[in-house]
């Protein structure tokens, strides 16, 4: 073999190795970008795919937390418009402060809650109690030191559930039928920081009927235990329109009353408070009261808070 016979081959050789290389540098490629782009990973052999992704809830499969959606939820009325929303934030502040003080035992005027559950309600239907409910919740998770669960507790109409994007998913009615799920399975974390949410789940013809049995008041406690040093709030139906608010407030150690103003009737005020315990601490929010009522300083919407006269 001549010299330049020799030197083309070891030119050919080393051509084909810079080839070799290119090729595993674009095979490296493809697998970086399948990882970026989260590609399932390979099932380890002898093992279940299901092995490789578990889940986080044994429920529903649900791993990602609820997003809550603000700018929807505007545009729902389940919040506050944008040029209200720092208003809105301080009223809620004067809500929360009597409800916190209550849980603590710090309030003189009035006994010491029983647990850290509130239950808020209202007489009627449209008085505005899911959006109260929402945005006190949202109001107490800014404090970063408490934990907040919200439950959807209106199981004859969700409304909450339907709102954050998790109507019939498994709930409070799953608890409630006993069927094997958790408390801790159905209370999902949100993109709100500290605070979780509990769906009203599947509905069901006997749900008044399991309300009030044995498991509510289990589930109640392992609700109050599961937030710890924090609170949880239960959107609950309205006093007048079904039993279930009536039988939850049993078990609760607060309830928050909304009362829409030029709304509600003084009697169905009253027939509804009939209906609670009466050692019961209750608080109200009178709801939608006209700015001319309070002050043209506060905007459109003003919520006014305080408690009912005479009652103890």
């Known amino acids: 073999m001549s010299i330049v016979e020799r030197a083309l081959q070891k030119a050919k050789a080393q051509q084909d190795k810079s080839a070799e290389k290119a090729e595993l540098a674009s095979a490296a490629t493809v697998v ?11 099932a380890i052999p002898g093992e279940p795919a299901a092995a490789v992704q578990k889940p986080d809830r044994r429920a529903t499969g649900r ?13 729902s009325g389940r919040l ?3 040029q209200f929303a720092e208003q809105t934030e301080e009223e809620f502040r004067r809500v929360k402060w009597p409800l916190l003080n209550g849980i603590l035992g710090n309030g003189a005027a009035a006994p010491a809650a029983a647990n850290n559950v509130v239950l808020v309600t209202s007489a009627t239907p449209g008085e505005g109690k899911t959006y109260c409910a929402l945005n006190l919740a949202m109001n107490v998770a800014r404090d970063k030191e408490l934990t907040v669960i919200l439950v959807d507790g209106d199981t004859a109409n969700p409304a909450l559930s339907e709102a954050l994007g998790v109507r019939g998913e498994p709930g409070l009615t799953e608890l409630l039928g006993r069927g094997g799920v958790g408390v801790a399975e159905v209370t999902y974390p949100t993109s709100i920081e500290g605070l979780m949410f509990v769906p009203a789940g599947g509905r069901r013809e006997n749900t008044p009927e ?16 599961l937030a710890g040093h924090g609170v949880v709030i239960v959107d609950s139906p309205p006093l007048l329109a079904t039993n279930d608010a ?8 607060q309830v928050l009353m909304v009362v829409r103003a030029d709304y509600t009737e003084q009697r ?5 408070l009939a209906l609670l315990d009466k050692g019961k601490p209750v608080s109200t929010i009178l709801n939608r009261v006209e700015p001319s009522i309070v002050s043209r300083y506060y905007g459109h ?6 408690r009912e006269a005479g009652r103890k």
């Open 268 to 272: 169905e005020v009253v027939d509804a």
């Open 246 to 253: 009536q039988v939850m407030s049993r078990y609760v150690g």
């Open 301 to 306: 919407y003003y919520y006014g808070y305080g």
């Open 210 to 225: 399991l309300l009030s049995g044995q498991g509510m008041p289990a589930i109640i406690d392992s609700l109050a235990r």
């Open 63 to 75: 791993t990602a937390p609820i997003v809550i959606d603000v700018i929807r939820l505007r545009e």
């Open 80 to 82: 506050s418009p944008a």
């Open 32 to 42: 970086e970008a399948g990882a970026t782009s989260h590609a399932p990973a390979p």
